[in-house]
T-cell receptor
């Protein structure tokens, strides 16, 4: 089955510093990759996706992600973190089976320190 | 426009009771998904509908779990004879008809607690 791994549990970053949240994937065939953010007691909000094309994907709220095929990675980045970016971030990959269901990583808690 | 709406937001039930969770997808969205999110984990796929057809129910953990979408819009996830391990947040997501490049739009979930 397709899967993603988010190796870190928590990412701490000072406000204004660059933010990176790591994700690696394991797929057969071409990967369809997604990033979502979850605030407390809320559902998941879509940030960005990689389907094909340019390896640098730009998304919502100033986030971007870089697809790296040789390293099987899809790290989420933001040049300057805001306190309001503190949340839970999930990487996901379209699973096999043809129904577009998503397989999620375990999530990374991001804490932006004022 | 309106997003995916789920109700109730919180549900407390005693072990052995039956519960029903409702999902109202974005109008016109063909695909509907149910996920289960345990505490501290990522969402896990439960089942998938395309219109009223349930095309994949491979993620349902047992035959106590049942989902339906009879008119191709609102969906209900039913859990019979609930057990403590059913405690989780149940998320519903919908997406437009199309290929796999369409992002799924999630509701805020129903937090189910089984006592």
């Amino acid at each position: 089955a397709q899967s993603v791994a988010q190796p870190e549990d928590q990412v701490n970053v000072a406000e204004g510093n660059p933010l990176t949240v790591k994700c690696t994937y394991s797929v057969s065939g071409n990967p369809y990759l997604f990033w979502y953010v979850q605030y407390p007691n809320r559902g998941l909000q879509f940030l960005l996706k990689y389907i094909t094309g340019d390896n640098l994907v730009k998304g919502s709220y100033g986030f971007e992600a870089e697809f790296n095929k040789s390293q099987t990675s899809f790290h989420l980045k933001k040049p300057s973190a805001l306190v309001s970016d503190s949340a839970l971030y999930f990487c996901a990959v379209r699973d096999i089976g043809g129904n577009n269901r998503l397989a999620f990583g375990k999530g990374n808690q991001v804490v932006v320190i004022p | 426009g309106a997003g995916v709406s789920q109700s109730p937001r919180y549900k407390v039930a005693k072990r052995g009771q039956d519960v029903a969770l409702r999902c109202d997808p974005i109008s016109g969205h063909v695909s509907l998904f149910w996920y289960q999110q345990a505490l501290g984990q990522g969402p896990e796929f439960l089942t998938y509908f395309q219109n009223e057809a349930q095309l994949d129910k491979s993620g349902l953990p047992s035959d106590r779990f049942f989902a339906e979408r009879p008119e191709g819009s609102v969906s209900t996830l039913k859990i019979q004879r609930t057990q403590q391990e059913d405690s989780a947040v149940y998320l519903c997501a919908s997406s437009p008809q199309g290929g796999s490049n369409q992002p799924q739009h999630f509701g805020d979930g129903t937090r189910l607690s089984i006592l």
